[in-house]
């Protein structure tokens, strides 16, 4: 699995939101320390450049649970977008699972921690496939 890869207009945006939700104290602050850290450390690239199947924000995409074997079909989401909806559930980036997965692209296994402070994985996921990315379709501003 290589490093994180996000599109320039994720991280400028996902940067702002960042700034915005610091003043406000409502997301824990561990989720917005984490986030950071993977922006800083992530591979930029610009949208046109991004490979067809790496999740980038608005990216559908399928997982499975390597401990269970359990499918999840899940879209990522800015935390003013998360709802849900049958049958395709939304995770807010702030989410564990959307920590989780941006960056990342389709057949990367995945650590997935529930506590910030757990030393171990609580589960293992697959990115079996991304079912839709925007900057594959050419959305640049979604």
């Not at 986030?35 to 067809?52: D, F, G, N, R």
């Not at 899940?74 to 395709?88: A, G, I, Q």
């Not at 650590?111 to 996921?125: E, G, L, Q, V």
Request: proline share 6%; net charge neutral; glycine share 2%.
């Amino acid at each position: 699995m290589g490093p994180r890869v996000i599109t320039y207009t994720d991280y400028e945006r996902l940067m702002l939101m960042l700034a915005r939700d610091v003043q406000d104290h409502i997301v824990p602050p561990d989720a917005m320390h984490r986030l950071y850290l993977i922006l800083e450390t992530s591979c930029k690239k610009e949208p046109e450049e991004i490979h067809v199947n790496t999740i980038t924000m608005n990216s559908s995409f399928l997982i499975r649970s390597i401990q269970t074997g359990i499918y999840k079909e899940r879209t990522l989401v800015y935390p003013d977008k998360s709802f849900k909806s049958e049958p395709l559930e939304y995770v807010n980036i702030y989410d564990p699972l959307g920590l989780s997965v941006l960056g990342y692209r389709q057949n990367d296994i995945i650590d997935f921690y529930k506590i910030a402070k757990n030393k171990k994985p609580d589960d293992r996921f697959l990115i079996e496939k991304v079912l839709f990315q925007p900057e594959a379709m050419r959305f640049f501003n979604l």
